[in-house]
């Protein structure tokens, strides 16, 4: 590898940080990315997600109902450039209802931004994601936020995280009064108070007023009792804190908790400076040939996500690539490491939420919309030069079962269509009777919403009314050792046996007492709640 070439990925690898976003649903997730991309200039002003006609529509929804409800269905990618860096931010959905697609992206993020509700702390969809995050060892920073309003104690926060999630924390910076009250926030590592004004819906960036602590100004613009209450706050902290350590926050141990309010912008440009500063850069990657680093010269990257029909006028399929090592080269011709066919990426994008300009380079960290003409499934990996492949990307046991009806049969292509296409952007698992005669698929989901989307997209996309039909699962587990393990046991009670997209078999339970008692009953018959990984498959019909 040339000199030039090496200092070339080093240089753009040094550049780059890249995180999702991962909150319950109404923690505000949607305003602080609009307000992140506010203050790295992407936009000139932001549109907070409010289910009101009226309001300007926030940039990083697209889907036509996620306008209509206010909240983000479908994960997209906003990049943006901010003091010299090139950020990948992965918009994650919040909603209770899309874990999984949010669980895919995680699998492409260096970094996760933990976004907590001050009055209602750690909530169950979070605690989910925070395990994900966990299994992957992904870097956590917390930010809480609607400090604008009555919320509680912040000390009682931090100790939430610690107890709950077992996260060390270490408080960047600290809130100067709550609700009404809230004045601003205290930087630690600077030793300055920041004082903001509200500016108009949070529309613009605040106009904050920064005073060094010991200031004799400090007396005029805080009152007193709230100046003493940040001393208080602040003495106990460093007396019975833990220091900063970068090194247990790049392993997930430790996490930097930042103070804020996304939607009158009260520290977010101050977390964003700081997040830049801590954040993991990109970096290695498990592959089939051992651990690769992102300056490995060769071209290479994952399909982490699929989307159809991003753009209603053109029936197009975007495949979302996360760049792993080396340079991305517009109309390059790779190897699909799957199929062994080679492909040549025309068209790549660069994407923010619906608009996407084309682009002529990408590195590691970067995440790059291709054009998907179905030779992409998600998992796969494309590269040049020696033979390589990132770990698949596995499927979450779905909690929601039925049966998808298409009852106009002169539709019958146009629905077996549609099902692929969604299926293969993983909007939702199916899987399949062992009965030959029932072709129907089955549905499989997370949250009933997954439902809700399939049926409005087949519709809407593809002209075919469906009708479902619910069925009284809500556990599933894929039966290690496939088929031949399933074989060696005599009949079992209480469960159903399909089979999943890859032809798998998967016994589907009423509940987790059904579950257990058949694991006591057959021991040796082993279990899982995840999808075996297998990146090299491809699904396959019925």
Known sequence: MTTELQSELQKAVERRRNFAIISHPDAGKTTLTEKLLLYGGAIHEAGAVKARRAQ??????????EQQRGISITSTVLQFEYQGCQINLLDTPGHQDFSEDTYRTLAAADNAVMLI???????????????????????????????????????????????ELGLQTYAVNWPIGMGDR???????????????????????????????????????LLEQDLYYQL????????????????????????????????????????????????????????????????????????????????????????????????????????????????????????????????????????VIGLNNPGVFAIGDTIYTGQK????????????????LRNPNPSKFKQFQKGVSELREEGAVQIMYSVDESKRDPILAAVGQLQFEVVQFRLQNEYGVETLLESLPYSVARWVEGGWEALTKVERLFNTTIVKDSMGRPVLLFRNEWNCHQLQEDHPDLKLSAIAPVISAQQPVEG
């Open 56 to 65: 300007r529509k926030a940039t990083s929804d697209w889907m036509a109902m």
């Open 231 to 366: 001393k208080n706050d602040l003495e106990l902290l460093e007396g019975v804190g833990p220091e900063l350590d970068l090194e247990l926050v790049h392993q997930g141990k430790m996490t930097p908790v930042f103070f804020g309010s996304a939607m009158t912008n009260f520290g977010v440009e101050l977390f964003l400076n700081y997040f830049l500063e801590y954040a993991l850069k990109p970096g290695l990657h498990n592959s089939s040939v051992g651990e690769v680093a992102p300056t490995y010269p060769e071209f290479s990257g994952f399909v982490f996500k699929l989307q159809a029909n991003m753009d209603p006028k053109h029936r197009d399929r975007v495949a979302f690539i996360r760049v792993c090592t080396g340079r991305f080269e517009k109309d390059m011709t790779v190897n699909h490491a799957r199929t062994g066919k080679t492909v040549r990426l025309s068209r790549p994008q660069k994407l923010f939420a619906q608009e996407r300009e084309s682009i002529d380079v990408a590195y590691a960290g970067d």
């Open 388 to 403: 390589i492949e990132y770990e698949g990307i596995p499927y979450f046991s779905p909690e929601l079962f039925a049966i």
């Open 182 to 220: 809230f004045k601003g926030i205290f930087d630690r590592t600077q030793r300055q108070i920041h004082l903001f004004e509200r500016s108009a819906h949070g529309s613009k960036e605040a106009r904050n007023t920064v005073v060094d602590l010991g200031d004799s100004r400090i007396e005029q």
């Open 117 to 163: 509700d001050a009055a209602k702390g750690l909530e169950p969809q979070t605690r989910k994601l925070f395990e994900v995050c966990k299994m992957r060892g992904i870097p956590i920073f917390t930010f809480v936020n609607k400090l604008d309003r009555p919320g509680r104690e912040p000390l009682e926060l931090l100790d939430e995280i610690e107890q």
